[in-house]
């Protein structure tokens, strides 16, 4: 993969932004950074991808970097798509795995697989999904208000996982304004042993929407104080990753939609975290070999190469953002079908055109508006799971697609 040319930031980076390492468990890395887990996008290659550009600035790879988001039933059940979710590369080290559970026991022996087959060395639980299809059976972000449960699923992990494999918790901040759960979920998974809390700044109610709140992350840091806290939510650049840890005290931000379609920064993050003003800006020609390389890596995961060029097609909108694309080839790169055309068609790129600057900085991805919470009737009404939410619980993990 080429280095690409690095122009001085845009911005001044704000003061106290000496290196940080970040800690879980056994596992030290060099930069404070957890790639987000992202359905259908945080791959094997993905994350390769990421960590190429994330070991320009660092002495390792500049964060770390999680699976996509499987279930714990899927894994127990052994569907073969889950486990090859779960797959990491030679490279890839330490190996973190996300899962999503909603029963203590199904959790557990998940853990257990995944120790026995010896193909993880981090684990992290899922509470903060928004998405209807797992709130409206109790799961999700919706689950941690179930105190009791929620406790019983963490302390399952951190014990099938042992000493040697840590255990770390994202959640956000609540189902909405009036039913906060943040600090709840931070005592407890504090309590039981887990390695890390992650907290994203919205609630359950606002999904991707608005802006993230920074405040309560800086509120459960001083909550919190015998774990690392990770903040997430609105880091589009190195700059508002070190923003968020200086007005925050967090030990350490989580990045997600911010990187899509910009895996280099990755790159930023480490630069930025190490002092240095060094940032990314890629002309068209760079944006082009980029894509070239992330094809590469995702024959390479998929064994397949007309698959690989068709999830290809998601990141090309990302990729193109604020670049002067045609929407012709535009609509045409995102029906490539092999490297070959793939190669035809960034041919047809003015590859000399510069970084655009502000129109490809910002907000990235599917923000959406709020919505109504999804959930089981009366789950506000009591901390605690009733025998009829227990019934019908097993129904938030039925998708096995892995998130």
């Known amino acids: 993969m080429t280095t690409l040319d690095a122009a001085p930031a845009p911005r001044a980076v ?12 056994p596992h030290t890395v060099d930069t404070p950074v957890v790639l987000a887990p992202m359905a259908g996008i945080t791959n094997m290659a993905f994350r390769l991808l990421c960590r190429e550009f994330g070991a320009l600035h660092s002495q390792d790879d500049g964060g770390l970097y999680v699976s996509e988001m499987v279930t714990t039933r899927a894994l127990v059940e052994d569907h ?7 797959t990491m590369g030679e490279r890839e080290t330490p190996r973190s795995v996300q899962l ?92 039981v042993g887990a390695a890390a809390i992650a907290l994203h700044g919205r609630t359950v109610v606002q999904h991707y929407s608005g802006q993230a709140r920074w405040s309560p992350i800086a509120d459960l840091k001083e909550l919190v104080t015998d774990i690392p806290v990770l903040g997430n939510g609105d880091i589009w650049s190195a700059e508002d990753a070190l923003t968020m840890m200086e007005q925050t005290g967090c030990d350490g931000v989580v990045v997600g939609r911010g990187c899509q379609g910009r895996p280099w920064l990755f790159a930023d993050l480490a630069a930025g975290f190490a002092g240095k003003p060094d940032r990314i800006r890629p002309t068209m020609g760079d944006i082009a070999q980029i894509l070239r390389r992330h094809a590469e890596l995702l024959v390479e995961f998929f064994e397949d190469e007309g698959r690989a060029l068709r999830d290809l097609r998601k990141h ?52 959406g508006s709020p919505k109504r919470a999804v959930v089981p009737e009366d789950w506000m009404s009591t901390r605690e799971l009733s025998p009829d939410h227990a019934e019908r619980l097993h129904e938030a993990e039925l998708d096995t697609s892995g998130g």
């Open 80 to 86: 073969r798509e889950s486990w090859r979710l779960v």
């Open 316 to 367: 090309v909108a990302w990729y193109f953002k604020g670049y002067p694309v045609g929407g012709d080839l535009r609509h045409r790169l995102a029906t490539m079908e092999s490297l070959a055309d793939l190669d035809a068609k960034l041919a047809e790129l003015d590859l000399s055109s510069p970084y655009p600057g502000e129109a490809v900085e910002g907000p990235r991805g599917r923000a």
């Open 100 to 191: 999503y559970g909603v029963d203590p026991t199904t959790v557990r022996r998940a853990v257990e697989m995944l120790r026995e087959r010896d193909v993880v060395d981090h684990i992290d639980l899922n509470f903060g999904c928004p998405v209807p299809k797992v709130t409206r059976r109790g799961g999700g972000g919706v689950l941690p208000w179930k105190t009791e449960l929620f406790t019983r699923i963490v302390r399952a992990a951190v014990e099938a996982a042992g000493p040697e494999v840590p255990v770390t918790v994202k959640t956000r901040l609540g189902i909405d304004d009036d039913h906060l759960t943040y600090r709840d979920a931070g005592l407890i998974a504090q309590e």
């Open 14 to 25: 704000p003061d106290g932004s000496t290196r940080r390492t970040l800690t879980i468990g």
